[in-house]
């Protein structure tokens, strides 16, 4: 099995410098693109590869890209911004690819610029992750002195150069147009759609934002050809994509496979099953913005398209599993205040309405909660539907809940009826 | 070692000099430069605020309104070692609640706290990214996985 | 372009540029919203005005929008009644709420709250939340604002104003989520020339008129009379409110060419003279002798028994005071009492004026490039200032329809372009708060200046000489030349505009004048104090409202030693009533009818707002009674007001717009004054007389004292108040505009210059004679506030 994201990292080592990179065939693809090939054919290409966002969103990235205008529509500076601002709860695959093969990621980004034309990139790294952000700085500077970055890229007559910003904390700034407003030094406040970053991004100009893991898997796109990396999925799905597992798992880890792997599968055979003791009641699939799937439907293909039939999203692609010892209210809570904490506070319902949720949940699960409470917190988690607030991220909040709400009512109710958390 | 909280170095002027220059407006590089001018004194006292507002040509307010938004900006003193224990949802599934405990009870300080010697502060964080090994916690730069009180008790004695 | 679309089953014809919310309320629908501001524009931070969308016939299920962020398409349907889209605005209201203080009965703003409006209008009644609420702490924002954060919903409309509009950088919004604060980085006086607009721009009470709250009523128990602001030239329209004779605050009366919904803090606070100990409430003689109005009346008749009394007019009072006095005193003795500097501005204004017309407020709102030539904007006319920055801070319209921006999207605006504004060129003598906006910012002395102005004339016609200046402006489609100063200057920033004009340019041009009614006066008289001076030797000279020795102390000096008699009618102590040997008190703007001509050229028309027990009389009112009494048979022609106004047209035809500035209207149908719910009328002097007072007595005035009249929206576009059911805030004044943002429905507007005569023609070099002794940025009358006073201490000690 095929597994092109990761096949250079090596768990507990340093990952690859230049020379090492190059010599496993790193920067093959940015010698035979970059001023050989037109920007449009390579466009073409990562069109027609199916590549999804793995930010958790799932939008294929050639239309994305097709949205850039050219530069002799719009002249001046254009920009590919990489969104490693992983902070989704339960989300470990970007710090993998960042500290794991750093020069997979510049490779990425060379193509990806050039194939929208861009001439200035920045790599939004979260500032909790110091030694991503060393390890992409020096692979920079390596790619800089080796030609491969700057004025006239191997003669190409094509310029880039990238410039790291290391965050300063906030969960929203991996919403990307509250990460356009991070980078012009403001406060991160998402920006309302249309427009688009494509059409006025940072500093107003066009601008393309994509998550580390999409930009990984471009090297591998153009050198290996969109049939290839079509087939490398599974149930009709394209690629691979890291997965993960957190929680009472046996092997908690993150796992490159094929896109469309049965979540079971990957749970059972590469998580080996259960913690002994444990039994799982529920996963988070993608994160804490993702709905709770039951232990009967872990059959499901991991895509985006078999999530979204469901009424769920893939997100992340990293599970979370919740046992049967943990309290499920708890976990919700748990996630209401992250969300409730990480709200920016700009648009009504998601900064007033959030911490109500989360208060109203540990309210339950102290055994203080009133049978009333539920039908508010449907009433809430209605005002915060998708559409509804400013951004995704009430919506994203509202998955747990809802879904939750649904999952374990007989929980809810035991809570509110018997005055105590039953597992404590 | 610390320096004078609102003096600026020249070689802070020069770095801050560097990351204006990624920016096509100054203003831009503000996270940037609050940062930098916080690795070297910790937090972001209001005499330093002031100073890096008038390098970037911004108001004090201006540069108040961004760095009050970022937690990782600290507006306010730290220990030497702030300590960032996560507290999201794996973290708080694996036990980080008993985690904070044994901190709490070795430093004897409250989440938020900073010990009497000024050496740690501890504060809770959102993920870290680290959750196939939680509960999990950045000391200082430093990420730590799989804490359990042994753990604990190793990194961070009782004093 | 118009297109139609369907609210609640009414196909509508809507402006397709405007967003669906502004189209729902200019359909007078009620759709609450908080964050949305017609001058503001959209944001969709609050999330309040959602509506149920359906596109096109086929569209069964809809879907809920924001309606400030949506824009209209052909054949969309809109519901507001929708039910999801109902139960979704009530629980907005009812989440911002989960942090309000239920604080109302002791809240300022009670009664006039837009929050309470639109909780009202989304059905919200019983409140569920039953945790800690956040609280803040306030901060001492300086003598103007009183803040009260608790009272906050995040709306986000005081920083947006604050600083998106009104350029301050003093005050944000800090911290995040839950924890989010509007203010400055540290207590302190707020900066800002236009900070008293959060007053009005907050929905509910986080931002409070401080000096209202020492003498605070509601609504609802004050008077409202229709004004025009009297500090400077621009003359933006106000609101003032009155109880038992007292000035309680000042409103924004809005003006969709002029002030539109913002004033200047000089505006909004200086009128505190009105109350404050300068006041002048008493008449008296030379030696101090107190005497009431009757004679004080009395004595004033016999100065004009004299013959050839000589009166000085002044540019702070209206053109009716002003016009009586020359009446009385004869037209060759009555002389405008200014400085020979701005009776030479004056007269170039005029003429220029006359030739080319002036320029409105909007149209500096609206330039696509500006020149500043001379003094400072935001000193001499800060509402104009204001309307300059929002040129400057208009992203062009090509940049914004390249994105597919529309205009209202106030968000997206601001971030499509951080380098590509309008041009903005500065060229003053004094720093001005324009430099930070402006594209190039010179700094000349004021004769260099008028040299560079002609230099920029000749560059504009002759395209050989290289200047950026004349370049933006050339390339401009409605460039505004904003000039101030002296004479010279004037004239020479005219000749810009008839170069402009020359190359098929149409640029507008404005010029600053230095007080209310300048240009007014300048059109009764405009000769200036010193000519006055040889004509008053042994002679009784009566001065009207004007501090002559402010003007020129020695020239007055020289004066008040040689005349026989010195009579001051004043509203206000000033060191020359001082040396008067009868002081009249008078009424103020505040208590007086009469008429300004701002520096657009504007007539007009401001009516008496306060009705107290044994008030001084309005200056025009007393001349006539002395006039009567002395047996001035020019005094018993114009018993009324109305026939003031006819013998003015018919002695200076070009104020005959006066007399259609203020139509004649039956008693019947006067707008009330007093609103409908003036609570305890018959309680209200209860303290002086058990029994109920008469109303007061006034007909000078096409408005009625009283609580009777037309309901509001029957009455014309001259509104006391704005008011309507169910909307009790300032925003009520959505449903008096024909379309939101736009001009008062039926509103006239009358101005003179226009009919520009001279189009082509340069204007002719002159050379000052006078010396430039001017103090800007001081107005003497609103200096004498108590809130101006102890704002000057506060800034003076930060």
């Known amino acids: ?30 010698l035979q693109t970059i001023g050989r090939i037109d920007p449009t054919k390579v466009l073409e290409i990562v069109v027609d590869s199916g590549l999804g966002g793995c930010g958790g969103g799932g939008f294929p990235t ?60 920045y790599i939004f790294i979260r500032g909790e992750y110091h030694r991503a952000i060393t390890l992409i700085e020096h692979a920079v500077s390596e790619a800089e002195a080796a030609g491969l970055l700057g004025l006239n890229i191997l003669g190409s007559g094509y310029n880039l150069v990238i410039h790291v910003h290391g965050g300063a904390g906030r969960y929203i700034c991996g919403e990307e147009t509250a990460l356009l407003n991070s980078l012009e030094g403001r406060r991160a406040v998402p920006r309302s759609k249309p427009p688009l970053p494509m059409t006025s991004g940072l500093f107003g100009a066009p601008t393309v934002v994509n998550n580390v893991e999409t930009v990984c898997n471009i090297p591998h796109i153009i050198a290996n050809g969109a049939d290839w990396y079509r087939n490398l999925g599974q149930n009709g799905a394209v690629g691979t994509k890291i997965f993960g597992v957190s929680g009472r798992v046996k092997k908690p880890g993150a796992y490159e496979l094929p896109m469309g792997t049965p979540m079971q599968d990957m749970i059972e055979n590469y998580a080996g099953g259960m913690q002994h003791g444990y039994k799982l009641r529920a996963v988070l699939p993608g994160g804490a913005s993702t709905g709770f799937m039951l232990a009967e439907d872990l059959d499901i293909p991991m895509s985006f398209a078999a999530f979204a039939a469901k009424g769920n999203r893939l997100g992340t692609g990293t599970a979370i599993i919740l046992d049967d010892q943990t309290c499920p209210i708890g976990l919700i809570a748990n996630l209401q205040h992250f969300f409730a904490q990480e709200s920016c506070g700009w648009c009504a319902p998601c900064r007033d309405g959030l911490p109500w949720v989360e208060r109203t949940l540990k309210a339950i699960e102290i055994g203080e909660g009133k049978m009333d409470d539920l039908d508010l ?44 958390c039953p597992w404590t | 070692m610390l320096i004078a909280k609102d003096m600026m170095t020249t070689t802070e002027l020069y770095e801050i000099a560097k990351l204006v220059a990624h920016y096509p407006v100054a203003r831009a590089a503000c996270i940037d430069v609050l940062k930098l001018v916080q690795k070297n004194r910790r937090y972001i006292s209001d005499d330093i605020l002031a100073e890096v507002a008038r390098i970037l040509g911004m108001s004090i307010s201006e540069l108040d309104e961004v760095a009050t938004f970022y937690n990782l900006i600290y507006r306010q003193p730290v220990g030497e070692t702030v300590i960032l224990l996560c507290d999201s949802v794996t973290c708080w599934m694996m036990g980080r609640n008993k985690i904070a405990k044994s901190i709490m009870d070795n430093l004897t300080i409250k989440d938020g706290e900073t010990t009497a010697d000024g050496k740690y502060t501890l504060l809770p964080i959102v993920c870290l990214g680290h959750c196939d090994h939680a509960p999990a916690m950045l000391m200082g730069q430093t990420l730590v996985g799989d804490l359990d009180s042994t753990k604990i008790n190793k990194l961070l004695p009782k004093a | ?94 989440t911002v709420l989960t942090n309000h203080p239920h604080d109302c009965p002791v809240c300022e703003v009670g009664g006039e709250c837009h929050l309470q409006d639109m909780t009202v209008m989304t059905g919200h009644s019983a409140r569920r939340y039953r945790y800690e609420k956040r609280t803040h702490l306030n901060q001492n924002l ?97 609101t003032i409110q009155e109880r038992g004779g007292q000035l309680r605050r000042v409103l924004n009366r809005y003006n969709e060419t002029l002030n539109g919904y913002f004033l200047c803090d000089r505006g909004r606070f200086g009128v505190g003279f009105v109350e404050s100990n300068s006041r002048l409430r008493t008449s008296r003689t030379g030696s101090g002798l107190a005497l009431s109005h009757a004679a004080a009346c009395k004595d004033l008749a016999e100065i004009l028994k004299s013959d050839r009394v000589v009166g ?23 002389y405008a009492g200014i400085s020979d500097f701005d009776s030479e501005l004056v007269r170039s204004a005029i003429e220029i004026a006359r030739d080319l017309g002036l320029a409105r407020v909007k149209d500096a709102e609206q330039a696509d490039a500006i020149l500043v030539l001379g003094d400072d904007p935001t000193a001499v006319a800060p509402r104009l200032a204001l309307a300059l920055r929002q040129a400057t801070q208009r992203v062009p319209s090509a940049i914004l329809a390249n994105r597919g921006i529309p205009t209202w999207d106030a968000g997206a605006a601001k971030l499509a372009s951080h380098d590509v504004m309008n041009p903005l060129f500065v060229i003053t003598e004094c720093p001005s708060w324009l430099d930070s906006m402006a594209t190039q910012v010179i700094r000349l002395s004021a004769l260099e200046i008028t040299a560079a102005s002609i230099r920029i004339s000749n560059s504009i016609l002759d395209t050989t000489e290289e200047s950026a200046i004349s370049d933006a402006l050339r390339k401009a489609k409605k460039p505004i030349i904003v000039v101030s100063g002296n004479a010279a200057l004037l004239r020479a920033g005219a000749n810009i505009v008839v170069a402009l004009r020359q190359v098929n340019v149409h640029a507008k041009l404005s010029i600053l004048l230095p007080e209310a009614n300048s240009l007014g006066l300048g059109l009764i008289d405009n000769r200036p104090l010193s000519a006055s001076l040889e004509v008053s030797k042994g002679r009784s000279v009566i001065v009207l409202e004007n501090d002559i020795q402010l003007r020129s102390p020695i020239l007055a000096d020289e004066m008040i030693a040689e005349v026989a008699q010195l009579c001051v009618l004043d509203h206000i102590e000033t060191s020359t009533t001082k040396h008067a040997s009868l002081t009249v008190a008078v009424g103020s703007f505040a208590d007086s009818d009469g008429t300004f001509i701002n520096f657009e050229g504007r007539v007009q028309r401001f009516y008496k707002g306060i009705f107290g027990v044994e008030e001084a009389p309005q200056s025009w009112v007393l001349l006539r009674d002395a006039g009567v009494m002395a047996s001035r048979d020019k005094a018993t022609t114009w018993g009324t007001y109305a026939q003031l106004l006819t013998s003015m047209s018919a002695a200076i035809p070009e104020l005959a717009a006066c007399s259609d500035a203020s139509p004649t209207v039956p008693p019947t149908t006067r707008p009330p004054t007093l609103p409908y719910r003036h609570s305890g009328r018959t309680a209200a002097s209860a303290h002086i007389e058990v029994r109920e007072q008469l109303p007061a007595q006034h007909n000078d005035s096409p408005l009625s004292t009283t609580m009777e009249g037309p309901p509001i929206h029957l009455q014309s576009a001259l509104k006391p108040v704005v008011w309507s059911p169910g909307w009790n805030s300032v925003q009520a004044v959505n449903k008096f505009q024909d379309t939101i943002g736009g001009a008062l429905s039926g509103v006239e507007e009358r101005f003179l210059f226009q009919s520009p005569t001279g189009y082509n023609v340069f204007f002719a070099d002159v050379q000052n004679v006078a010396e430039d002794h001017r103090n800007l940025g001081i107005e003497e009358v609103s200096e004498l506030s108590p809130a101006i006073i102890a704002y000057h201490r506060s800034m003076s000690t930060s």
């Open chain 3, 142 to 238: 300086g003598p103007f604002i009183r803040h009260e954060m608790n009272r906050c919903i995040g709306c986000y409309r005081c920083v947006r104003f604050y600083q998106d509009y009104a350029g301050g950088n003093d005050f944000g919004v800090f911290g995040s989520s839950r924890n989010i604060y509007f203010g400055r980085d540290e207590s302190g006086t707020l900066e800002s020339p236009f900070a008293g607009n959060l007053v009005e721009v907050c929905p509910t009470g986080v931002f409070v008129d401080k000096p209202f709250s020492t003498k605070f009523r509601r609504k609802w128990d004050m008077r409202a009379t229709p004004s025009v602001c009297p500090h400077c030239a621009v003359g933006c329209n106000i």
């Open chain 3, 312 to 334: 000085i007019g002044s540019p702070r009072a209206s053109l009716e005071s002003n016009y009586a006095l020359r009446e009385l005193v004869g037209a060759e003795n009555f």
């Open chain 3, 1 to 94: 372009m118009d297109i139609k679309i369907t609210i609640e089953d009414q196909v509508v014809l809507v402006n397709e540029n405007d967003n669906l919310l502004a189209a729902c309320l200019t359909a007078k629908q009620d759709v609450p919203y908080f964050c949305w501001h017609p001058a503001l524009g959209s944001v969709g931070s609050c999330r309040q005005c959602a509506v149920k969308v359906y596109q096109g016939p086929e569209d069964t299920t809809g879907r809920i929008v924001m309606a400030c962020m949506t824009k209209m398409t052909p054949a969309m349907r809109v519901s507001i009644a929708d039910g999801q889209a109902t139960k979704f605005r009530e629980a907005i209201v009812e």
């Open chain 1, 62 to 121: 050639g239309r994305k890209w097709q949205a850039m205008p050219s530069r002799e529509e719009r002249p001046g500076t254009h920009y590919f911004i990489v969104n490693a601002d992983e902070m989704e709860p339960g989300t470990f695959k970007d710090r993998l690819l960042l500290e794991g093969d750093p020069h997979q990621l510049i490779e990425g980004i060379i193509l990806s610029a050039y194939a929208v034309q861009a001439d200035h990139s």
């Open chain 1, 1 to 30: 099995m095929e597994r092109p994201l990761t096949k250079n990292i090596i768990a507990n080592q340093e990952p690859y410098d230049l020379a090492a990179y190059q010599a496993v065939g790193g920067y093959q693809a940015v």
């Open chain 1, 377 to 420: 917190l449907t009433d809430i988690s209605d005002t915060m539907a998708p559409g509804r607030t400013f951004c995704a991220l009430a919506p994203g909040a509202m998955a747990s809940l809802m879904t939750g709400l649904s999952y374990f009512r007989d929980e809810f109710e035991r809570h509110i009826r018997d005055g105590k």
